[in-house]
């Protein structure tokens, strides 16, 4: 690595050495003490290396052994400085280059947070620009630690924070807090919670594990109602020793569940197809900043209807060096439009398609369906579609309690 680095700064010659006497040239060369390296025999001639000094040396040597040298190429720090010498505003212009490059690498142009779920990915980048941090911030000089205790003050939901920087890519990283349940007056080391209706239904069975039930098989449950309480009443208002206590009340609650769906399929639609033919424009975003290049490539002036795709790229220095530099490409491809009719039967079957997609969305599939029947309606210029479902789901739902509930207990 060192006589590498030697032969560059000294620069050095490659040469081919040809003639009648070659080996007596070398022979007297190194005699008077040039030093050649990776020498080979090319058929009669010789290839080798030689220094920048030892190159002037032997060429008055050549004409006493008869031999011809000729210099292929030149290597090393002395030729590139001539050179440049010759190009000096290329010199300029690169040393420039190689400045900005480094500058541009000096500051933070993105900013990732990783392991948010309940918190807001904006929220916290808005107090971190509040606090100095934020993108185009000097990374050099950058407190981990203070940005981590004001981040932890900040936001009651955030058990844990990390900060560093690779590149100019800063991340944060994040642990939240695990989520409270229950009302805070009356969180001790239990969590207090209620058992409300999920769905609209009539019960059908109910296996309570804790609680005070509020209805019982056969009760008609509107989605949000208490169906078991956490409050536990102890004692009774005529002894005056009425008090209450909670607890995280739990209870499977099944139900009748009813559904009803109504779909209109039209007969005449419109059929999308691609024509092929696209056209695209392109914009420069500088340090947050667009700029639309004033040129259009490809047809498009004359697209009725076409669908826009953006693909942007930002420009990097290797994975952990974004740059505040980035091309957006807005493609428009042409689409044309059928006029197209469908049968009864076809309407019919999207129908069943579409409802049957739907039933899968709300009910779910591990949910007994009891009646499902779907009817249809003629119209002028549509299909009708009603779909009656009846099902036995489990409706029950965990939430924190409601303190002044005034439903009594069934008896």
Known sequence: MFIKLWKFLRGYVKIEISGFSVERFLSRAIGEG???WDLQRLGGKFAAKVSRADFARIQILTQKTGSRVVAKSFHGLPYLLARLRKRLFLAIGGLVFIAGLVLLTSFIWQIDIEGTNRLNNAEILDFLAENDFALGRFRHGVVYRDIENLLLLEFEDMAWASVSIVGTRAVIRVVETIEAVGDSRFRGNDEFTDVVAAKDGVIVYMATSAGKPLFRPGDVVAAGEIVVASRLDVGTAEEGNLSHRYVRADAAVWARVYYRMNFEIPFAYYERSFTGRRAW?????VGGRDFRIPLNFGAGDDFIYYETIESRRQARLGADYPLPLSRTQTTNYEIVRHLRTRTTEQAQAL????????IAEEV??????LTKEISFAEGERELLAEVFLVTIERIDRIQPPEINSTKEEIN
């Open 364 to 369: 779910g599939e591990n949910v007994d369906i």
């Open 281 to 285: 424009t392109h914009s420069l975003s």
């Open 34 to 36: 040039a030093v050649f």
């Open 351 to 358: 129908a069943i398609e579409l409802a049957t997609r739907r």
